[in-house]
T-cell receptor, first 113, second 111 residues
Framework: DAGVIQSPRHEVTEMGQEVTLRCKPI?????LFWYRQTMMRGLELLIYFNNNVPIDDSGMPEDRFSAKMPNASFSTLKIQPSEPRDSAVYFC???????????FGPGTRLTVL | RKEVEQDPGPFNVPEGATVAFNCTYS??????FFWYRQDCRKEPKLLMS???SGNEDGRFTAQLNRASQYISLLIRDSKLSDSATYLC????????????FGKGTRLHILP
């Protein structure tokens, strides 16, 4: 069982560049979550999908952030243009159902210079 | 009042001791609760769910107090490997339908 897969594991980019983070959830899981974690703000839910449909994106900080889930096995989180304050660890998680145990991927550590 | 609040710690506890920490929540409509554990530079992992009647898993006991709106985690006979950050999760599942993680409590078990 591969668990939740995220790529890249580390990303260093310059301000203004586009950043795309990728996630493959556990097969059979219906819910997918994107989180951002920083020391100051802790773990924040950005958006979650149920059966590939975005249900709640109220946590997305601004229009520079967008997320898609074109099929049950793949999701992306895009930041365009990136800013230094976007530097954080971004986690993807999946679960069988929204209220159940969430399985987290290893995270993508993003640094925007 | 913050939606989910935890004492950030760190709690420095000698090996073998018992330690407990709480997590308070503001939404009385919250329906499900969890404790996650996060090791340094790793992803969070589920430690245990918190049931209304309380539940125990080995050295770990979780309790829910709906009247005072908090959940607790008790660790008995603490081990060095228990050193981690413990995150509480509150799921409203009604109304605003939010999943909220606390910022976590850091625990250091001292040899």
């Amino acid at each position: 069982d591969a668990g939740v897969i995220q790529s890249p594991r580390h990303e260093v980019t310059e301000m203004g560049q586009e950043v795309t983070l990728r996630c493959k959830p556990i097969s059979g899981h219906n819910s997918l979550f994107w989180y951002r974690q920083t020391m100051m703000r802790g773990l924040e839910l950005l958006i979650y999908f149920n059966n590939n449909v975005p249900i709640d994106d109220s946590g997305m900080p601004e229009d520079r952030f967008s997320a898609k889930m074109p099929n049950a096995s793949f999701s992306t989180l895009k930041i365009q243009p990136s800013e230094p304050r976007d530097s954080a660890v971004y986690f993807c998680a999946s679960s069988l159902q929204r209220e159940g145990e969430q399985f987290f991927g290893p995270g993508t550590r993003l640094t925007v210079l | 009042r913050k939606e989910v609040e935890q004492d950030p710690g760190p709690f420095n506890v000698p090996e073998g001791a018992t330690v407990a920490f709480n997590c308070t929540y503001s939404n009385s409509a919250s329906q499900s609760f969890f404790w996650y554990r996060q090791d340094c530079r790793k992803e969070p992992k589920l430690l245990m769910s918190v049931y209304s009647s309380g539940n125990e898993d080995g050295r770990f006991t979780a309790q829910l107090n709906r009247a005072s709106q908090y959940i607790s985690l008790l660790i008995r006979d603490s081990k060095l490997s228990d050193s981690a950050t413990y995150l509480c999760v509150v799921n409203s599942a009604s109304g605003d339908d939010k999943i909220i993680f606390g910022k976590g409590t850091r625990l250091h078990i001292l040899p």
